[in-house]
């Protein structure tokens, strides 16, 4: 059998210790290289954060093992996330292989009694707040319904519920059973399910972006000082924007420990332009596979430019529409609203949206800053 690095995972809690120790002999006698804190994590120099070096661990690994009991762990309030959560998020956000094992007790009252409170909860509070209800929460909540089993720490319930968001498999844990790892893992091997994975080379380079700095500024400070008259093609103006927009992909941050890739988006596939006149926003052009209304009253808040023209001037903001897997970035500046096409990756909802909401509008709205600078600089100075 290949010779991997697993990271051993739990809570410091009595119930596991014995476990931790039986599961960290077992894979070494196995030829493995087991990584877990009281054994060989440390030490480290003083000035090391260990929430950093255990998030290091994490992604030096192949395997990712964790066991979950009815204690949460350190919550730190910066990342609002326990360290065990973090470093869970970590691995699957590198891709590791995953494996999970919860309290058979716990499982059974989580699926049994919190999930459907926590799923009636977490749908009233988008419904109210227009925003994914924070683990702080959650918590306050879970605290103050005498239904849950007040013996676990209601962190414990978030982290399974953003396991299952996640659609991580969690296996049972009987803490009185001893789990035979030598047939567990030969087990995973013939399923091909332990294969090293190999490194990722990302390369950054902001060259670019340098070499054309000087230029740029020059340009910024022209422009508002031409009287732009209007469009000759105002088709071939969204068509040239629009085949320069690129997709990307969307991080979540935790507060100065980590960042978490939590979905996708595909480049601008398509792009409308209103002008706002006394009689509402009326449509000036489209391009690519946009549909389009002539004219929008200014009360129509089903429309995301109109939600655009009430944020005022300069206004931005990412939308998103689950019947059709898109996510719209709407721009006003001066009498215009721009609204870019962005296809969603099948994994998005409306739900996962509002939980991702703050990290969808700053990746969708950094990703190209310098084309989006110039595009509201020409729209401005277009004249009445």
């Known amino acids: 059998m290949a010779r991997t690095k697993i990271f051993i995972s739990s809570v410091n809690e009595d ?65 609002k996330r326990t360290v065990t959560h973090m470093e869970f998020i970590k691995a699957h956000e590198q891709e590791k292989t995953i494996l999970v094992f919860g309290d ?23 419904n109210k707040e227009e925003r994914f209800p924070t683990p702080s929460h959650m918590m306050e909540m879970l605290q103050g319904d005498e239904r849950v089993p007040q013996n676990i720490d209601p962190y414990v319930w978030y982290l399974l519920y953003d396991m299952l968001m996640r659609k991580v498999y969690i296996d049972d844990l009987s803490l009185g059973v001893m789990i035979d790892w030598k047939v567990y893992f030969s087990d995973l091997l013939r399923r091909g399910s332990l294969l090293l994975p190999l490194e990722d080379s990302i390369e950054q380079n902001a060259d670019r972006l ?6 740029f500024e020059l340009m910024t400070g022209l422009l508002p000082n031409l009287r732009i ?32 890739c939590v979905g996708y988006y595909s480049d601008c596939c398509a792009a409308t332009l209103y002008e706002l006149r006394e009689n509402g926003l009326n449509l000036v052009s489209k391009s690519g596979s946009a549909a389009s209304v002539a004219l929008f009253a200014l009360d129509d808040k089903s429309s995301y430019a109109v939600l655009t023209v009430d944020l005022g001037d300069p206004g931005e903001q990412v939308f998103f529409k689950e019947a059709k897997s898109m996510f719209y970035h709407c721009i006003r500046t001066g009498n215009y609203v721009l609204t870019l096409h962005y296809p969603a990756d099948p994994d998005w909802n409306y739900k996962k949206f509002i939980h991702y909401k703050e990290s969808v509008n700053h990746a969708i709205m950094s990703k190209n800053p310098l084309i989006i600078e110039i595009i509201k600089l020409f729209l401005g100075g277009m004249q009445p």
């Open 15 to 79: 119930g596991l210790k014995p476990l931790r120790r039986n599961v960290f002999r077992e894979l070494e006698a196995l030829g493995h290289e087991p990584v877990m804190w009281e054994e060989n994590l440390g030490p480290w120099p003083a000035h090391v954060d260990p929430v950093v070096r255990c998030l290091e661990a994490v992604e030096e690994c192949d395997i990712y093992l964790l066991f979950i009991g009815g204690k949460a762990g350190t919550y730190h309030s910066k990342a």
């Open 104 to 126: 058979v007790e716990v499982k059974a009252a989580f699926f049994g009694q919190v999930k459907p409170i926590l799923d009636q909860y977490i749908d009233g509070f988008i």
């Open 210 to 215: 340098d070499r054309f700095d000087e230029a």
């Open 229 to 260: 008259s209007g469009f000759r093609q105002a088709d071939k103006f969204l068509e040239l924007i629009m085949h320069r927009l690129s997709g990307g992909s969307i991080e979540q941050t935790y507060g100065p420990y980590m960042s978490e």
